[in-house]
């Protein structure tokens, strides 16, 4: 069984299971399965698990994707018509055949859905804030509706409507929406004078720190030599419990709470008690998930019995968060 559909179907530990609007297959109706080949595609017919509606997959073999449809009326069964040009014939639960052709359903306007994969930029367990959504399309005089779900597809953000005719970039905005990953659905009532082109869209975003309970630096001497001094530091921080910092000095520990941001980001500053080593370390720890910004971090630092004044580091590296754009 192909990977892609692999869960809709029974295992040793269970029967399959509905995944992304596709039903599970209903093996006590073994004469509602069928397969049929039509042009370099396979035709996939089954019953539904759930609603017990009969459902079509069809597998492309050229591209080596599935892609599902839907019928009104409801089809039972497809047949390859053999003839020079080859025809699809579908049969319906109304006791009648169609020809799989045009641009409507026995007089019901189609629908057509485009869905991406979910992206995650390739950091699956980091949150991004996602800007805006770039789309070059040419609606080709349809109501082209963009609707973008986050999270797994767990939940959706507001449809945009793309219309107007001729190739066109589209900018909408996804509010800083802050999730793991992404996806869009593209759908349009199809008709003969409406076919809308998708050439490609962009992502704008920010990639955000992973959200954890501890965080620990490695030991640094800030590439400076010799015995130091910590004056004060400014932990830019995003958390809804209070933060405990513990600093770790040649054996010697210090301790500093910061209060909690309500889940807002702020850049904290923490005046720090007397001190001297030649090694430090930096550790957080709270109840919840917190967000440490390392590049938007500082602090003051200058070796011990110097006439130099302080230098700005950023102790725990990093980068300020720069705009990225993902394909």
């Known amino acids: 069984v192909d990977n892609d559909i692999k869960p809709l179907f029974p295992t040793q530990s269970g029967p399959g299971r509905d995944v992304g609007g596709y ?40 591209r080596r994707r599935w892609r599902a449809a839907t019928w009104s009326p409801e089809v039972v069964t497809v047949y390859s018509e053999v003839s020079t040009v080859s025809s699809l014939l579908v049969g319906s639960t109304t006791g009648l055949y169609y020809e799989a052709q045009g641009n409507d359903d026995q007089g019901t306007a189609i629908t057509a859905s485009l869905r991406t994969g979910s992206h995650d930029q390739g950091q699956p367990l980091n949150t991004k804030q996602y800007g805006v959504l770039l789309v070059d399309c040419d609606p080709g005089n349809a109501t082209v509706i963009v609707t973008p779900f986050i999270n797994g597809e767990a939940s959706s953000l507001a449809p945009t409507n793309l219309t107007g005719s001729g190739r066109q970039i589209f900018t909408i905005d996804l509010l800083e929406t802050e999730a793991r990953n992404i996806s869009f659905d593209f759908s349009w009532v199809k008709t003969s004078a409406q076919t809308p082109i998708l050439f490609q869209y962009e992502i704008l975003y920010f990639m955000l720190p992973v959200a954890t309970e501890h965080w620990a630096s490695d030991e640094t001497s800030f590439g400076l030599q010799g015995w130091l001094h910590l004056r004060d530091l400014y932990v830019t921080i995003r958390s809804t419990a209070d933060v405990t910092l513990t600093l770790d000095f040649d054996g010697t520990t210090q301790t500093y709470t910061i209060a909690s941001t309500a889940g807002v980001r702020k850049k904290v500053y923490i005046q720090l008690a007397p001190n001297k080593g030649k090694l430090y370390k930096f550790e957080f720890n709270s109840s919840a998930d917190f967000n440490l910004f390392e590049g938007a971090s500082e602090v003051r630092v200058k070796q011990w019995l110097t006439s130099l004044g302080y230098a700005v580091v950023k102790p725990f590296g990093g980068e300020q968060l720069d705009r990225t754009i993902a394909i």
């Open 23 to 62: 039903e599970a297959i209903d093996f006590t109706v073994l004469e509602d399965i069928e397969l049929e080949w039509h042009n370099d595609e396979l035709y996939f017919t089954y019953k539904g698990a759930t609603t017990g509606d009969r459902q079509t997959l069809i597998y492309d073999l050229v």
